[in-house]
């Protein structure tokens, strides 16, 4: 049985205090440590690298940390401490930055519309930024995109999830044909199978106006295109230095 590399110990590690931690303080760490859309009075600049260590609930951390656990091993045994460590939080921030963007482009597309029926930017601006919402919007726009509003400038996003995904990809990227098993459905699916199903999901739901719970579908995705990127960047790398030891 292969041992842990020890970078892997103590993520995991730092997970789970981070877990028990957030478990004891309540609500105020999550304020504090989880990661909050930027003009949110609640957004620190911290909350950039400590939303990856903070988890939802017990099935939260025990998935991720069963993840990293199962591949980010065999990643960091390739690649050592320092190249895995660099690829978990570049991963991590890609995550991150893609789901901050799909929240702007939520919260714009609401507010332009609002600015347009005659709404100051700078009121809708205050009076988001004090957890409340002016009735009179609805005369303009609907109760979902009131919702969609106040969702993606409330949202808090914590997880290693992206990390994950991102380990995922890089994964089925170097050993596509190795065979995997998801809990639900026990039949073998080889990895360059498997991760495309479970990018197809978070694809199909972060559009979808179905929801299996407050999950950041777009933070798993950023995750992968930052994951595959990396790979494929390193790849060509490695095929340029390489290209003449003939």
Same mark, same amino acid.
């Given at each position: 049985m292969r041992s842990l590399p020890d970078i892997v110990k103590q993520l995991i590690i730092v997970n789970v205090l981070f877990f028990l931690g957030s478990m004891s303080l309540g609500g105020s760490a999550y304020d504090?440590?989880?990661l909050h859309?930027?003009?949110?009075?609640?957004?620190a600049p911290w909350q950039i690298a400590t939303h990856m260590?903070?988890?939802?609930?017990?099935?939260?951390i025990l998935f991720n940390m069963f993840g990293l656990w199962m591949f980010g091993g065999?990643?960091?045994?390739?690649?050592?401490?320092?190249?895995?460590? &660099? +690829?978990? %939080? =570049?991963?991590?921030?890609?995550?991150?930055?893609?789901?901050?963007?799909?929240?702007?482009?939520q919260i714009i597309e609401v507010v332009d519309q609002l600015v347009g029926a005659g709404f100051s930017a700078t009121?809708?601006?205050?009076?988001?930024?004090?957890?409340?919402?002016?009735?009179?919007?609805?005369?303009?726009?609907?109760?979902?995109?009131?919702t969609q509003l106040l969702t993606a400038f409330n949202m808090s996003m914590v997880g290693a999830s992206g990390a994950l995904?991102?380990?995922?990809?890089?994964?089925?990227?170097?050993?596509?044909?190795?065979?995997?098993?998801?809990?639900?459905?026990?039949?073998?699916?080889?990895?360059?199978?498997?991760?495309?199903i479970l990018l197809g999901s978070d694809l &199909? +739901?972060? %559009? =979808?106006?179905?929801?299996?719970?407050?999950?950041?579908?777009?933070?798993?995705?950023?995750?992968?295109?930052?994951?595959?990127?990396m790979m494929w960047y390193w790849k060509k790398q490695q095929f340029k230095n390489n290209r003449w030891d003939l």
């Open positions: 504090l440590l989880a859309y930027p003009q949110n009075p609640t957004f260590f903070m988890h939802g609930g017990v099935n939260h065999t990643l960091a045994q390739m690649w050592g401490r320092n190249k895995f460590l &660099f +690829f978990y %939080f =570049s991963t991590g921030l890609g995550a991150a930055a893609l789901q901050l963007g799909i929240n702007y482009l009121d809708l601006s205050k009076t988001l930024q004090a957890g409340q919402y002016n009735t009179a919007w609805l005369n303009e726009i609907s109760q979902s995109q009131l995904y991102g380990i995922l990809v890089a994964f089925a990227f170097l050993f596509p044909n190795t065979e995997l098993m998801i809990i639900f459905l026990p039949i073998p699916i080889k990895a360059k199978y498997f991760v495309p &199909f +739901f972060g %559009f =979808s106006s179905y929801s299996l719970g407050p999950i950041a579908h777009f933070a798993h995705l950023g995750g992968a295109v930052t994951g595959y990127a």
